[in-house]
């Protein structure tokens, strides 16, 4: 069973900054698509951005393009999310997500089949 843990929410003041990541259990992190979504309060979950199993394909939701960098480092099992120029609508519990053996890039839900337990990113105006 593979899981996945994120960390690094927290509070910040609009226009700052935080890093997430999220560790998996396993030993073929390498050959996983990976994926960052998130869910404000009554709202559904979205998606924020996707990784392919190398690092060499990136997408983004039009919302985070060019305040937001997803990367990973296979050798610590981690992926991680850079959110820069933070707004308070990018208040939300972010959610990574998952999936062995997938060419490409998921964009959707059902593109993942493995879900952290989510880490809360609150801004403040």
């Known amino acids: 069973q593979v899981q996945l843990v994120e960390s690094g929410g927290g509070l910040v003041q609009a226009g700052g900054s935080l890093r997430l990541s999220c560790a998996a259990s396993?030993?073929?992190?390498?050959?996983?698509?990976m994926g960052w979504f998130r869910q404000a309060p009554g709202k559904e979950r979205e998606f924020v951005a996707a990784?392919?199993?190398?690092?060499?394909?990136?997408d983004y939701a039009d919302s985070v393009k060019g305040r937001f960098t997803i990367s990973r480092d296979n050798a610590k099992n981690t992926v991680y999310l850079q959110m820069n120029s933070l707004k308070p609508e990018d208040t939300a519990v972010y959610y990574c997500?998952?999936?062995?053996?997938?060419?490409?890039?998921?964009?959707?839900?059902?593109?993942?089949?493995?879900w952290g337990q989510g880490t809360q990113v609150t801004v403040s105006s």
């Open positions: 396993g030993r073929t992190f390498s050959t996983y698509r």
């Open positions: 990784i392919n199993w190398s690092g060499g394909r990136t």
């Open positions: 997500a998952g999936r062995m053996g997938a060419y490409g890039l998921g964009l959707t839900l059902v593109d993942y089949d493995y």
